[in-house]
Structure formats: structure tokens, C-alpha cells
């Protein structure tokens, strides 16, 4: 194990010609450096990087569900997970009901320091905390409709703690509908049906994950083969074990974590020849 920050420790162990092989979890932009810094020694890289997941959720699905899977997906560790359930594409029917019943459920979790065995604890570091209440004032400013949370607590007045927070009436083209936050922040955006959701899903230069809440498992598995994204979970959120192999596309990134295709990152095939 070595620590230290990525401009010194992580450079230096991706250049090292003694490292033959790199596998990194972590944002697009340093995905990027990783992969220009480990070019010139002709290493192999897998990366997982980050993602603006849609869940997709049709009039016929089970809307209970479909709720306890976006409060999960959306708040747990503070919305700071890659494949965290950012946007909830929702068909009119049951926008309202949707984002009724999530919005209460969220406005129940509680936030608080970690020692004190919260539902959500504070953002990592002040830096994102900025970027967090940046994205907010932005959606607001663009236009969406802020339903719940959206400002730190009443009750913390320290720390890098923000209320999970909920938007409506987002654009497509709002940066809080493209941009990844890495915060507790969900934004719903209304789909018309199958082609509009796969549009909207395929739509950005992420792929990591993306959910499918229907009761026709044929529409399901229709959607499942058209959106563009490394993991496809059906009436279900961050499904599959570590036998499950898991990454992206696109600008998510290359190659599998996990299971048999991520063991062989570590694999090279090599062919012994005999003549007898």
C-alpha cells in the first residue's frame, strides 16, 4: 500500500517500469492522465470512472420499489458513489406519486456526524461541499424546481453537511441533467416513452449503470439491449455480487472489475509452441 495524492504518488506508480499493469476507480478527468501517463510504457489500464445514472421508471412499475431503490441509490454514503442513481426518468403518470413519496422519505433521513450513526453523514472535503451547493444554486438558477432539501441542516451549523436534496422540471440540457455531482442530488426529467427514455439515457458521454423499473419484462429486456451502460439492472438497484463483472462506457471507462473478466486484467495469454 502507498499513499499520498495522485500528482506525486500516483504518478510515479503509473510510470514505474516495474508496474505492469494499472487498475483505477476515480474520476473521468484523471482517468484521463492515467491513461496518457501509462502510454509510454505500453501498459494495460482498466478504469471505472464516473456516471450520470439514469433509472428509468415506467407507469406500470412497482412505484414502492422503484422509491426505496432511488432513496438508496441516491443518498447512500452521501450520494458519493459512481453508480449512484442520479437521474429519474419518469413517465408523467406517476411523476407526482414518485417524487411525492421519495421526497418524504428523504426528508426523514437524518444527517449527522458519522459517530453519531446517521442515515447520511457530510460530504468528504470542502472542495466538494463547494461543488455540491454549486450545483444546487445552478439548477435553481436554470430554471428547476427544487422539491426538497437543497441547504445544510438547521441543526449543523459546521461541517460539510447538505440536506438530500431533489429536483424537478429539469432541462435535459441543464448542466444538473448532464453533469456528474457526486452529492446527495437527484434530478427527475419526464420521458414521453421507450425511444425518449433511451435517448435521454444514452444521451451523455456516461455509461456505467442505468435501472429499468416496468412490470413487462419484455420492454425491459428491449431497453436493456438499446442503453448504452456497463450495468443494466432490472426492477432492482446495485444488483449482482462480486461475481458480477461491473464498469463502463464510454467515457466511464474500459475494461471490468469483478468476476471472471476481472481476474483476467491480471491475465496474459501466452502461447508455448512444441514441436516433438
Known amino acids: 500500500m502507498v499513499t499520498g495524492y495522485g500528482e506525486e504518488a500516483g504518478e510515479a506508480l503509473v510510470r514505474h517500469p516495474l508496474v505492469r499493469g494499472i487498475t ?70 406517476i411523476r407526482e406519486d414518485f417524487l411525492g413519496m421519495l421526497s418524504a422519505k428523504a426528508e426523514a433521513l437524518r444527517v449527522g456526524p458519522g459517530m453519531d450513526n446517521p442515515d447520511i453523514g457530510p460530504i468528504v472535503s470542502s472542495e466538494q461541499y463547494e461543488k455540491v451547493t454549486g450545483y444546487v444554486a445552478r439548477g435553481s438558477a436554470d430554471g428547476a424546481r427544487l422539491r426538497t432539501g437543497g441547504a445544510r441542516p438547521r441543526h449543523l451549523q459546521r461541517g460539510y453537511f447538505i440536506a438530500p436534496t431533489i429536483f424537478d422540471r429539469v432541462e435535459p440540457s441543464a448542466a444538473i441533467a448532464r453533469e456528474e455531482i457526486f452529492g446527495p442530488v437527484g434530478v427527475a426529467l419526464d420521458i414521453g416513452g421507450e425511444d425518449q427514455a433511451v435517448d435521454l439515457a444514452n444521451g451523455l458521454g456516461y455509461g456505467l449503470a442505468a435501472g429499468i423499473y416496468t412490470s413487462d419484462i419484455s420492454r425491459a429486456l428491449r431497453l436493456a439491449r438499446r442503453i448504452q451502460a456497463g450495468s443494466i439492472w432490472i426492477n432492482g438497484w446495485w444488483m449482482g455480487g462480486v461475481q458480477a463483472p461491473t464498469g463502463g462506457m464510454k467515457d466511464s471507462g474500459i475494461g471490468r472489475e469483478r468476476g471472471l473478466a476481472g481476474i483476467r486484467n491480471y491475465l496474459q495469454i501466452k502461447n508455448v509452441a512444441i514441436r516433438l
Open 24 to 93: 483505477f476507480t476515480g474520476s473521468v478527468e484523471t482517468g484521463r492522465k492515467i491513461l496518457a501517463a501509462a502510454a509510454p510504457g505500453i501498459k494495460p489500464v482498466v478504469l471505472e470512472l464516473g456516471g450520470k445514472n439514469p433509472m428509468i421508471v415506467f407507469a406500470d412499475a412497482d412505484l414502492e420499489r422503484a422509491v426505496a431503490d432511488a432513496l438508496a441509490g441516491s443518498f447512500e454514503n452521501c450520494g458519493q458513489v459512481c453508480s449512484s442513481s442520479s437521474r429519474y426518468l419518469l413517465e408523467p403518470a
